[in-house]
Every structure is written in structure tokens, then in C-alpha cells.
């Protein structure tokens, strides 16, 4: 532990798991780390427990906090997203000196740290809005990090985190995302797509398990075997883990025990909001969101088991499915569906940059997101040389390479999603994915119908497809049509 006549390089603000992590990692990487909790306990403890892995310099006020940064100051904030953000940032501005950095390092609202760097930059210091993925083990490791905020803050702050981050093949998961909320909307989308991500596993999962009728044991082998091929996810590889684990009390698969009614803390949810806002169509990540929430409709559930036709049901054998070809359909099924989420999360990025003029740059989030964040995976390279032979590029889906990739995925999708219907097994992404696929390549959609619905009933006038202008059909006179 370091003397106080050090300065520290950096400073961490809430020493809960996240936030004790961090000021580890920073520790362990040669940086001296200021830390202050509300509580003394915390900070107590994180000195007791792991003071000999580097230089803390533990503080009971912020005021001692601030005056133990070199400056230009730096400190992050790891407290409970709303208020006590709020509440921190502001003892911190008031203890501060111009110049100083204060960056949020927890999952907030993205409108909420445009608005928190507007006051701030008002106040002459930087706010740095720092998306962080990984969970607790990330922090400590080698999290993601997408910060935001002032392109000038990231020279300072670049370094001590690129320190920190994850690293793939010598390039450190870390990089200036854009202005303001910028970091904080990419970590949002990065976790709407982990939603997806997360839910197409599931799906492969639940048509193996009941249509296919494996045990957990055998599946968690097929994840193993998927994950030496194009599938190579950290996602992919803990699923094998969860489905091999045995519960030590029943002797039973622990999947088997453990409640099928999934939490959320909010991030796919505004992911979807953002998206409807914005106009974007994140089919994947808001089918996962409504899943998420169907599954923890405990009681509708409960009335509607057992309780709700089913019409005529079939099985794989009655459809002369073969089951081993029926498990490579699935995962081309599952590869087919996480490449359409993934095409449609950047899509809301590339919108969000848009309308807020962040500049972001979809290369460079590919890039830092293939180490250290839960949907770290092989695939996201694919994604970034995508990103190199186009940068403006429509969207994933376009892309030659994943074209391509498409063109072998697409009748075993078709074949799998047949075959959950006939047999009343829900796959509420990789359907939707499918129905998005096919709506993006359609030559004409019923939008036509719709048009000329909304022309009839609210004289709302629809375009042509051979000439320009806008037009409207008298429905309750004559029915000529009238330029408007
Ligand atoms: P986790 O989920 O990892 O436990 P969290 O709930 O996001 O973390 O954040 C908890 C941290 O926020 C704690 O460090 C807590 O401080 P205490 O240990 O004193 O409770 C901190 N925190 C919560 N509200 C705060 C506030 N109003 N001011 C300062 N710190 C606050």
C-alpha cells in the first residue's frame, strides 16, 4: 500500500463488486488508486482484503478523495445508477477544479449522461459517460470499455484504461466511442444484443431438449462442438457449463431446478425503447425483451398450461426429420438468427449516431467488443473486415461475406422454424428473424395495403410507384384520385 505523499493516477467512487474490481484492476496494472465509499466498511474492507496487490489510497470524505488525484483529476463513479450517480457527481463537481474528469463507469440511461455532461461541461470540467462490460469478472480482468464524453478527455483517461481493458491480438478493448451520451447508447445496444444472443441460445436449447428430446448432458455437447466452429462465443461456451452442471441436492440437471422465469435489469428494454424511438426495427433484441417478460408472467402462465388448445401436434419423427440433421439445422438456425441481431443492434447505432451526430464508427465497437464483454465471440471479427471492405455499409446482412454465409443457413432455418410450429415449440426470434430476412429482400411488402387503409379512413394520401407527389383516392365520393 502506498504512502499518501503519492498521488493516484486515477480515482474510484463505490467500492461495491464492480466497483472494487475495478480499483483492483487499476491497481494490479502499476496505477496508484484512490477509493472512497460512502460507507467506510467498503473501503476498509477492499484495504484489508487486497491492499498488498497495489498502491490504494483510501479516503473517508470525497473532499480527501479529490485532493488525493493527480491532476488533471480522474474519477470514476461505480454507484447505483439514478440518484446516487446524481447525488456523487455532484459532490465530486463541487470538490473539483477545472479540467478534471469525472466519468460514470455504470450502466446509465444514455439521455440521462447527455444531460449530466451538458451540466457538467457548464461547470468547466469533463463527464465521461463509460459503458463497461464484463460483469464482476470483467472489471477485474480486462472488462469492454466504451467510453464517451470529450474527445479531449480520452487523452488523458485513453491510456489508464487501454491499461486496464481487455486485449485481442495486442489491441486493447477500449476506444473513444463519440461525444456525450454516445458511450453509454453503444453499451445499451451491446446489451440488447446480448438479450438476443442469449435468447437464440436458448431457443437452439429448448428445440433440442423437446423436439429432439437430448438430455441437458448430450446438448452441452453440441454447444461444445458448436463452439469450435463459427459459434465460437463466450456465450456459447458457459451455456455447456450451465447445461452440464448436476444440482448437488436432487442429483438432478441444475436447468431442470432452476426457475424458467428470466430477470432483467432494464438495458434491453430501453435498447427496444430507444429503437421504436428512433424508428428501427431491433426485431431480435424486442422479441428477447417480451420473452423475457412472457416467461416471468408467472400466473397468465399458470392459468394457460395445460389449459389452451394446441391444435393437431406433430414430432420430428412424424415430419421424417433425422435427428442429427435436425441438430445442424438448429444451430444453422441459431447462426442465421444472431447474425440478423446483430445486424439490426448496429442499425440502432448507426441510427443513434445519427440523430445525435456522434460520429461512431461500427468498426471500431466490433473491435473492442471481441474481448472482455459477455458477447466477446470469434464471429465479431467477420464483422469488423465487413466494416473494412465497406464502412458505409447498409447493413450486416449485405455484407458479401455473411451473404453468403446466409445462403447456406437459409433452408435449414426455414426447415427448423417449420418444425417448431408443427410440433407447438415456441422460437419467437428465430421466426421473427426469418419473417425480418424476408421482409428486407421482399420486391413488394402489404405497406402498399396499408397506405391505402390509412388513405381511406384518415385521408393520410400514399405516393405512387410512377410518378411523384403525393396522393389521394375520394373513398366516399366518386373515387377519383386527387394530387395533394
Ligand atoms: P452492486 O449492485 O454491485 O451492489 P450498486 O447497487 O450498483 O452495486 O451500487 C452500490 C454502491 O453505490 C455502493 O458503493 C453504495 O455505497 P454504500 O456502500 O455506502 O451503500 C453506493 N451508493 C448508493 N447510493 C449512494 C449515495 N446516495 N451516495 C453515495 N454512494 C451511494
Not at 453503444?186 to 437430448?214: C, F, P, S, W
Not at 456459447?236 to 447445461?243: D, F, N, R
Not at 458505409?392 to 422454424?417: C, M, T
Request: glycine content about 10%; hydrophobic content about 40%; proline content about 4%.
Amino acid at each position: 500500500m502506498s504512502t499518501q505523499n503519492s498521488l493516484a493516477q486515477i480515482g474510484v467512487v463505490g467500492l461495491a463488486v464492480m466497483g472494487s474490481n475495478l480499483a483492483r484492476n487499476f491497481a494490479r496494472n502499476g496505477h496508484t488508486v484512490a477509493v472512497y465509499n460512502r460507507s467506510t466498511d467498503k473501503t476498509d474492507k477492499l484495504i484489508s482484503d487486497y491492499g498488498p496487490d497495489g498502491n490504494f489510497i483510501p479516503s473517508k470524505t470525497i473532499q480527501d478523495f479529490v485532493a488525493s488525484l493527480e491532476k488533471p483529476r480522474r474519477a470514476i463513479v461505480m454507484v447505483q445508477a439514478g440518484k446516487a450517480t446524481d447525488a456523487v457527481i455532484e459532490q465530486l463537481a463541487d470538490a473539483m477544479d477545472e479540467g478534471d474528469i469525472i466519468i460514470d463507469g455504470g450502466n446509465a440511461l444514455y439521455t440521462d449522461t447527455i444531460r449530466r455532461e451538458k451540466e457538467i461541461a457548464a461547470r468547466g470540467l469533463h463527464f465521461v459517460g463509460a459503458g463497461i462490460s464484463g460483469g464482476e469478472e470483467g472489471a477485474l480482468n480486462g472488462p469492454s470499455i466504451m467510453p464517451g464524453g470529450p474527445a479531449k478527455s480520452y487523452e488523458s483517461l485513453g491510456p489508464l484504461l487501454e491499461s486496464i481493458a481487455a486485449n485481442v491480438d495486442g489491441t486493447p478493448c477500449v476506444t473513444h466511442i463519440g461525444p456525450d451520451g454516445a458511450g453509454h447508447f453503444v453499451k445499451m445496444v451491446h446489451n440488447g444484443i446480448e438479450y438476443a444472443d442469449m435468447q437464440v441460445i436458448g431457443e437452439a436449447y429448448h428445440l433440442l431438449r423437446y423436439a429432439a428430446g437430448m438430455t441437458p448432458a448430450e446438448i452441452a455437447e453440441v454447444f461444445r462442438e458448436w463452439n469450435a466452429g463459427d459459434l465460437d462465443s463466450y456465450l456459447i461456451e458457459i451455456t455447456a457449463e450451465v447445461l452440464s452442471q448436476v444440482d448437488a441436492e436432487t442429483g438432478q440437471p441444475l436447468i431442470d431446478v432452476i426457475v424458467d422465469a428470466a430477470g432483467q435489469k432494464g438495458t434491453g428494454r430501453w435498447t427496444a425503447k430507444a429503437a421504436l424511438d428512433l424508428g428501427i426495427p431491433v426485431t431480435a433484441i424486442g422479441e428477447a425483451v417480451f420473452a423475457r417478460a412472457l416467461s416471468g408472467a408467472t400466473s397468465q402462465r399458470a392459468d394457460a398450461q395445460g389449459n389452451l388448445p394446441t391444435g393437431q401436434l406433430s414430432t420430428l419423427a412424424d415430419l421424417g426429420v433425422d435427428r442429427q440433421e435436425f441438430v445442424e439445422d438448429v444451430r444453422r438456425a441459431l447462426y442465421a438468427s444472431k447474425l440478423v441481431a446483430y445486424a439490426q443492434g448496429f442499425d440502432e447505432i448507426k441510427a443513434g449516431s445519427d440523430e445525435y451526430d456522434w460520429d461512431v464508427d461500427p468498426r471500431d465497437l466490433a473491435t473492442i467488443w471481441r474481448g472482455g464483454c459477455i458477447i466477446r465471440a470469434k464471429f465479431l471479427n467477420r464483422i469488423v473486415e465487413a466494416y473494412d471492405n465497406d464502412p458505409e455499409l447498409e447493413s450486416l446482412l449485405l455484407d458479401p461475406y455473411f451473404k453468403g454465409e446466409l445462403g447456406d443457413l437459409l433452408d435449414s432455418w426455414r426447415r427448423v422454424i417449420v418444425a417448431a410450429t408443427r410440433l407447438g415449440l415456441p422460437v419467437p426470434v428465430f421466426a421473427s428473424s426469418l419473417s425480418y430476412y424476408d421482409s428486407l429482400r421482399a420486391e413488394r411488402l402489404p405497406a402498399a395495403l396499408i397506405q391505402g387503409q390509412r388513405d381511406f379512413f384518415g385521408a393520410h394520401t400514399y405516393r405512387r410507384v410512377d410518378k411523384d407527389g403525393s396522393f389521394h383516392t375520394l373513398w366516399s365520393a366518386d373515387r377519383s384520385e386527387v394530387e395533394v
